[in-house]
């Protein structure tokens, strides 16, 4: 009885997470702009994405400003997480500590505002950075190193500290035993951090809101921008290829994280 409880709970769940994406999936291929009513199939709202460049260039910025946000955070928060853990005492470790973890309790308005004023006032002194993508990449990068140190300390604290240990008695330099021994054992939290720090990045509406400037929208704030204003099942089309681009990705990952366990058990076996 538990046993079918538990499995009928689970459809329920999913049911409730997954449906509204169906939802979109199914509307996206309508034939009518209505968003109530299925009138028919057609791939007319696909067709139309290449045509509107408002999509196109949110696109490609979106792409860009993740590909770059989250190969900074994930650098930047691999070194702060080594830090944190392999070393055990460091004068403002504790407020160090809680920095990085900040933005994962602090709002993002609250955050997107203080780095919109900091910018400004940056800006006003210095003459740069003007708002657009160099300011959305780095706002992005400050919320991604507090969910990529998140991933990348608990690998750090898994990892046996011995291998390190014995590189550094058989004569290895400290950056050497980084390099050649941590980095490789813990490259596959590297790899979810990316991934994790990059769909962060090109979701992000409310941080980009703050920090975009004249002419630079990213494809969240178009998609936002052509729902506040109505019905336009072009959004429909570009977030189901959004979704299936994520999907084939994790898929793609999740699947050679199975073959990597699967051998590895079989090498013990």
Not at 33 to 51: C, H, M, N, V
Not at 89 to 111: H, R, T
Not at 188 to 204: E, G, N, V
Request: aromatic share 16%; net charge positive.
């Amino acid at each position: 009885m538990t046993k079918h409880f538990s499995k009928l709970w689970m459809a329920i769940v999913y049911t409730f997470l997954y449906m509204p994406l169906i939802f979109l999936i199914v509307f996206s291929f309508n034939s009518s702009r209505q968003d109530s009513i299925f009138t028919g199939f057609s791939f007319k709202w696909y067709e139309a994405l290449p045509k509107d460049p408002r999509i196109v260039e949110g696109f490609f910025l979106s792409l860009n400003v993740a590909l770059i946000s989250a190969t900074l955070a994930t650098i930047i928060a691999t070194f702060a997480s080594y830090s944190l853990i392999r070393f055990q005492k460091f004068l403002g470790k504790n407020f160090f500590n809680s920095m990085i973890n900040a933005p994962l309790i602090m709002p993002e308005v609250i955050i997107g505002m203080s780095l919109l004023l900091f910018f400004v006032g940056f800006q006003k002194i210095f003459g740069w950075p003007n708002r657009g993508e160099l300011t959305i990449v780095l706002g992005h990068t400050l919320l991604g190193v507090a969910y990529a140190s998140v991933v990348i300390q608990s690998r750090l604290k898994e990892m046996d500290k011995s291998i390190e240990d014995a590189a550094m008695d058989l004569g290895c330099f400290p950056y050497q035993v980084f390099f050649l021994v941590t980095l490789p054992n813990i490259s596959q939290s590297l790899i979810a951090a990316w991934l994790l720090t990059f769909t962060l990045s090109f979701d992000d509406v409310v941080i980009s809101e703050f920090l975009s400037g004249p002419g630079v929208t990213t494809l969240p704030q178009v998609i936002f921008s052509y729902a506040r204003r109505g019905i336009n099942p072009t959004i429909y089309a570009a977030a189901t290829i959004l979704m299936a681009i994520v999907f084939v990705v994790v898929s793609a990952y999740g699947f050679k994280l199975f073959n990597e366990n699967k051998k590895s058990s079989m090498s013990l076996k």
